[in-house]
């Protein structure tokens, strides 16, 4: 019996590599490499063939009424089809004669992987497929969605800035708010190579997402990819919103920013009077203000974590390279969720997602045009801290 199970994990190694080799394109190579080394590995390390569920995706996921397909997938399912749409020829193999899994069951795959935390394992056991194959699928949706970043992710224009504008001053009664800015750690396995880099200051190893909202909670910027150990100002610095600062045109009206003590202050870029103790009444007001305002960037990483539970607690991929590209296609897919008017509740305001801390303000330099215009609106603020 031995030796049969022994052959037959043989046949099944074979039929996947030759899958791998055959289905590849030359842009591939190195991707499939890896996947075909994953695969090689994880079947030397056992004996026993993984039981796998069958036709999960033909048979049980078309019985799924709204709720429940939503509880599963994390979107209604006119959500998923609005993407499937988009993103389905970049998931259909072009090469004659070879079987490819379905556009519609390799983005539920990648969706599956973006809105839960399970293992590779439990994913190919769900939807049936061996575990080079589901990292093919979620490597294909991840680059597909990318590509849509240009689309769903957009700095506004000027008719969109008076919309933001006046819903963040409606919110908070901060005036001028083109968006809030913060970044956030999504926590990773320790990475084979220089692993101390990416340990952040609570220990963990994690990949950073810079990103920038609107105040409906939309992204209208997101940098991904700077490892856990750089500091939030420096991830700033390399980002290309260090550009958009001295531009202008990307600031009309007198618009700015709004971000905590770990930026620079900036004329386009309003940050919190550092408390030593010695705040005025119009200064602890202002900073209350801001406060307001800028809770719209937390509650954007609470919506994109509570959707995407995948990216709360530690992300089981090991790629580092494509990590920040999977990072930004649960962006693009919040976007188009709320977009699409699919909301879906985010993480207790009590959750911790973001990891500023207050006291990093030591390090925010002074620029006088920034500190001239942050008194004037200091001056100006209607008062509501008590």
């Known amino acids: 019996m031995n030796n049969l199970n022994d052959r037959a994990l043989v046949i099944m190694a074979i039929q996947q590599c030759c899958d791998i080799i055959f289905s590849s394109s030359s842009d591939d190579s190195e991707d499939d490499s890896n996947e075909l080394y994953e695969y090689v590995v994880q079947n030397l390390e056992t004996k026993t063939a993984i039981p796998r569920l069958q036709n999960y995706v033909e048979t049980i996921v078309p019985q799924f009424n709204d709720g429940q397909f939503k509880s599963h997938f994390r979107m209604l399912p006119t959500t998923f089809e609005y993407v499937l749409t988009i993103?389905?020829?970049k998931l259909k193999?072009?090469?004659?004669?070879?079987?490819s899994i379905s556009p519609n069951k390799q983005?539920?795959?990648?969706?599956?992987k973006m809105a839960t935390p399970d293992s590779y394992r439990s994913i190919c056991e769900k939807f049936g497929v061996g575990?080079?194959?589901?990292?093919?699928?979620?490597?294909?949706?991840i680059v597909a969605l990318e590509m849509l970043a240009p689309v769903f992710i957009t700095w506004p224009n000027e008719e969109k800035v008076e919309e933001i504008k006046n819903g963040f001053f409606s919110n908070s009664t901060f005036p001028n708010v083109l968006g809030a800015i913060d970044g956030t750690h999504i926590n990773i396995p320790a990475p084979h190579d220089h692993q101390e880099t990416y340990v952040n200051r609570k220990g963990h190893h994690s990949i950073q997402l810079q990103a920038v909202c609107d105040h409906k909670c939309r992204f209208i910027h997101c940098y991904a990819g700077n490892v856990g150990s750089v500091h939030d100002q420096r991830v700033f610095r390399l980002s290309e919103l260090k550009n958009y600062l001295d531009d202008a045109t990307k600031f009309p009206n007198n618009t700015h920013l709004i971000g905590d003590s770990a930026y620079t202050l900036h004329e386009h870029l309003m940050v919190p009077y550092r408390d030593n103790g010695h705040l005025t009444q119009k200064q602890k007001n202002f900073n209350f203000c801001h406060s307001s305002a800028r809770m719209a960037i937390e509650r954007s990483f609470g919506f994109l974590k509570g959707r995407f539970r995948s990216l709360l607690t530690t992300l089981d991929m090991k790629r580092v390279d494509l990590i920040p590209k999977y990072i930004i296609a649960c962006c693009i897919l919040h976007n188009i969720c709320l977009l699409q008017n699919d909301e879906f509740p985010g993480l207790p305001e009590t959750t911790p997602v973001n990891e500023n801390i207050q006291a990093r303000g030591e390090l925010v330099a002074i620029n006088r045009q920034g500190a001239f215009k942050r008194d004037n609106l200091c001056d100006q603020l209607p008062f509501r801290h008590i």
């Open 87 to 89: 993103i389905a020829p």
């Open 93 to 99: 193999r072009m090469k004659p004669g070879y079987k």
């Open 107 to 112: 983005f539920l795959i990648a969706i599956w």
């Open 131 to 141: 575990r080079a194959t589901a990292l093919r699928c979620i490597r294909r949706v």
